[in-house]
């Protein structure tokens, strides 16, 4: 099927998102913004500079320090019909929301039986890598991923934010929408300008491969597409595939990608405990046993508290690009 | 100390083995992990490794005698143990470098002797390589999520881990269903994974293809429904740009020469195994099916709605095939050289074609089944054939073969048997005759043939040739009134 190319413009994370945001506020007057600094301060990243001038205080809306206001809030908002973009802004500030992310945002079309939706977005920064210690670095998805009704999506590249976050916004149900911090200024790339989204729910082969899988998200995508491209230099061929969508999951890219290598390596930053590679792995199991050459194998967060402050023990937690490409080459050897 | 070793589980199914041959006698001397013994069960052939450094004291169970897994099979004197010092100082000498004159001074003292790692056969460089990785895991723990050796499965080596002769031993689940797939003995392939492991490529390779290409082909088998595809290789090697003119079986033209699929290999493989072991012999009787046929039509309606399958005349037949083998149970057997293995179960494989091959899924236990049920488990079966879904549990474990035949308008056939199983039968079309009734009129009446190929060296003609009325009878009988669904 032949598509004309769409025009471009190279952007990097946070000019995506900001580029987004202000597209979508332009495009619907039910479009707010509320959060911690994204009035005068324009966000700690600077990702809403400016839009209070442009937009005006009432909908771009400074809150006070109480995430489980800003979302519960939001919750309201978006029931009476607004399209509010709540922000938390770090992730490790959103626990006091949980409620209201998860007993009623989430849950919103259910109890009502259909009558009242949550076209609800929630964006905040996560992850680490980036000396953040504890209060600025934590993932938050899996506390998440297990509530049917959140839809939870962790894009990391510029067209690939655009496009999900702009299918976020227009999407009738609630969903949390995870931006790495270390990828916002370090990823670049081109991003469609006219109006362009992407299906929640799909993942997307970065690189195809035939020796072994490796499924990711967010900052490791870039990084295992590093060590892919080390170890194509010495003829080992890797297929790296980017969730991009947490919740729903992409069972079909999955388990297509799996059934071809048979291997199966799961790279995320967050805990490895219940974490999602466990379910990605389960899954498999389930739906690919006989498919399988050699254990499935993740590469995750170690289960400790939280990401210390000290460059070793946050080198510790993150796993670095030789780390996976190590275990890539010990999984196509197996 | 002595030690007892027991007979291993090579397999989780596998409740005996053989002991096939001693690779060592009383009084030899065994390396920790060296091969001992030679064990084969109906799964796999596989040398024993030694659980301890020793001497041979016993060996309990003769070359050829099959005895259950757990069972004790040998006697090993711990090397350096104080009880079994008389009998163990002799035993290196056996391997002793010839220049040391040793079996006749046993009195000699330990200090001039070689140590006795020494005077073992070298080890080749990949079993210390085990060692060292075998060690290394032991000390390394406990790093979570480091080390890449599976902690699951029975033995273990004391840490959680599977010791390296266990991961040799193991075959992993793509390994077993490709090994099954394509008929490939386990026994004689090399691996060439981590410490030797037999990896799913190695399979492919032992079967006659190599690399991705022949991941692609393995794939094809897996799934069916892409085998119409020859020119959509699975694996992400660039295609070649105009090659939709390359010949496919799908869409063959006079003078093409069309690549042999993986499927198609087998297919040819099997038949030629079975038409060369098994002499077929051929019969066929003629079955008023006029009754049935309004059963079956007075019925299709309600079910295809309620079930949401249709009712054909497959589960009918399949009903009544499935209680004459009950009643001639040499029918549902298979010939080996130990004798005429009488099956257990009664699990019926349906020939199913398809764009361009022939696949056989089946369906277990079939005489647990009503006829409603047999509809709805081909119906699921048929389904997961012309999509490509059909898993290695729903093609294995036929023990009788019923083709359809008649869906393609035959009305005779010689259908070839399924290796291992005592016949095929098949219903060929319903064609309305005019038929000399037992009160000497002529009637109109729907006529199937069903025509069997049975293996003669399982039954003669008389027994098979009982099957085949007592089958008639059964279709005969089934009316509106008489048969439950």
Known sequence: MAVAAPETTTMNNVEAVRHTLHQALGNDPNVVILGEDVGARGNVFLITKGFIEEFGAERIIDTPLAEASIVGVAVGMAMEGLRPIAEIQFADFIYPAFNQIVGEAAKTRYRSAGDYTCPLVIRTPYGGGVRGALSHSVSIEALFYHVPGLKIVAPSFPADIKGLLTAAIEDPDPVLFLEHKKTYRLVKGPVPTGHFSIPIGKADVKREGTQLSVVSYGLYVHQALEAAEKLAADGLSVEVIDLRSIRPMDRTTILASVKKTRKLLIIHEDNKFGGIGAEISAMVVEDAFFDLDAPIKRLCGPDVPAMGYAAPLEEEFMISTPRMADTMREMIAF | MATTITMPQLGETVTEGTVAQWLKKVGDSVEKYESFVEVSTDKVNAEVPAPVSGVIRELIVKEGETVPTGAPIAIIDEVGAATSAPQSAPA??????????????????????????????????????????????????????????????????????????????????????????????????????????????????????????????????????????????????????????????????????????????????????????????????????????????????????????????????????????????????????????????????????????????????????????????????????????????????????????????????????????????????????????????????????????????????????????????????????????
């Open chain 2, 92 to 485: 290196p000498a056996a391997s002793r470098p010839a220049e040391a004159p040793a079996a006749a001074r046993p009195a000699e003292t330990p200090a001039f002797q070689p140590p006795p790692r020494a005077s073992q056969p070298a080890l080749d460089a990949r079993e210390v390589q085990l060692r060292r990785e075998a060690d290394r895991q032991g000390a390394d723990e406990p790093v979570p999520g480091h080390s890449f050796v599976p902690s699951n499965g029975s033995s273990r080596n004391g840490n959680g881990h599977l010791n390296a002769p266990d991961i040799l031993r193991r075959v992993s689940p793509a390994v077993r269903r490709l090994a099954r797939e394509h008929s490939v003995d386990l026994t004689g392939v090399r691996g060439t994974g981590t410490s030797g492991r037999i990896t799913a490529n190695d399979i492919l390779a032992a079967a006659g293809r190599e690399g991705p290409a022949a991941v692609a082909a393995a794939t094809i088998v897996l799934d069916p429904a892409t085998q119409a595809k020859p020119t959509a290789p699975v694996s992400s090697a660039p295609r070649t740009p105009g090659a939709t003119a390359k010949p496919s079986y799908a869409a063959a033209a006079p003078g093409d020469l069309i690549p042999l699929s993986q499927a198609r290999k087998i297919i040819a493989q099997r038949m030629l195994e079975s038409k060369r072991t098994a002499p077929h012999a051929w019969t066929m009787v003629e079955v008023d099916v006029t009754k049935l046929w309004a059963l079956r039509s007075a019925e299709k309606e309600k079910f295809q709605r309620e079930k949401g399958y249709s009712l054909t005349l497959l589960p009918f037949f399949v009903h009544a095939v499935v209680q004459s083998l009950r009643a001639f149970p040499l029918m549902n057997a298979r010939f080996t050289e130990e004798g005429i293995a009488v099956n257990k179960e009664i699990s019926i494989g349906l020939a199913v074609a398809l764009e361009s091959n022939l696949i056989v899924p089946v369906i277990r236990n079939a005489d647990e089944y009503s006829i409603g049920g047999l509809a709805v488990a081909a119906g699921k079966l048929i389904e997961k054939a012309r999509a490509g879904k059909l898993g290695a549990d729903d093609l294995s474990g036929g023990t009788f073969t019923v083709n359809n035949t008649g869906a393609n308008g035959s009305i005779m056939s010689a259908p070839i048997i399924n290796g291992g199983q005592a016949g095929i039968v098949t219903m060929e079309a319903v064609v309305k005759r005019p038929i000399v009734t037992a009160d000497d009129a002529i009637a109109v009446r729907s006529m199937m043939n069903v025509c069997l190929s049975l293996d003669h060296r399982v039954v003669d003609g008389a027994i098979a040739s009982g099957f085949l009325v007592d089958l008639k009878k059964r279709l005969e009988a089934m009316a509106r009134g008489a048969t439950v669904l």
